[in-house]
């Protein structure tokens, strides 16, 4: 959804409305946990270190729940309280000059790992019809134990959904990079505050 200015809650919630019982707009759901992503996606892989040991793994995980990634200026969730549970739906919001770009995303799956030599708690979500690209991305926080290392890992796999994006893909790979860094930031902020 294209609009003006940012949408208003009650915008947001009637195009949210709209996705009830609709299917992603790509076929390989999941494909973010495939260990080779299908043809034709462009792929996108940032991590960040952001601390060590169990209490900086368990606030990094209070502050994903909370879609704290999303924390970076330009662009927001309508529900930040949304549960992470496979099947819900929330709109990420980006406010561009001259206009914002709301899209739904549907939780694709969850991950809620412990192992005696990682622990990792994230989700993946996919894109429904309207969003400008298709595509899934992840986002997972990892505690490595043989090192004691805490990361936040953005995996996506996105290409163009709509005409617009591709006629503007160059500006499109630029925010894409844009919100990668951001919300890496967002997340280390968040988790060492």
Request: proline fraction near 5%.
């Amino acid at each position: 959804m294209f609009s003006i200015g940012r949408p208003s809650s009650e915008q947001v919630e009637r195009y949210l409305s709209c996705t009830e019982g609709v299917s992603f707009n790509y076929p390989e759901q999941g494909m973010t946990a495939w260990a080779d992503p299908p043809e034709g996606y462009v792929i996108d892989h940032n991590r960040v270190l952001m601390g060590s040991g169990r209490s900086t793994f368990d606030k990094a995980v209070a502050v994903l729940r909370r879609w704290e990634q999303f924390n970076v200026g330009w662009v927001g969730v309508a529900n930040p309280g949304l549960p992470l549970e496979k099947d819900a739906v929330n709109a990420v919001i980006a406010s561009l000059p001259l206009l914002s770009v709301t899209c739904a995303c549907r939780i694709v799956y969850t991950i809620n790992s412990n192992e005696a030599s990682a622990a990792s708690f994230g989700f993946a979500y996919g894109t429904l019809p309207g969003h400008p690209e298709c595509g899934e991305e992840r986002f997972l926080i990892e505690w490595k134990t043989d090192d004691d290392s805490v990361w936040y890992d953005i995996y996506a796999l996105s290409k163009a959904g709509l005409f617009l994006v591709s006629a503007t893909y160059p500006i499109t790979r630029m925010l894409q990079r844009r919100f990668a860094k951001d919300s890496m930031a967002a997340m280390v902020r968040a988790v060492n505050a």
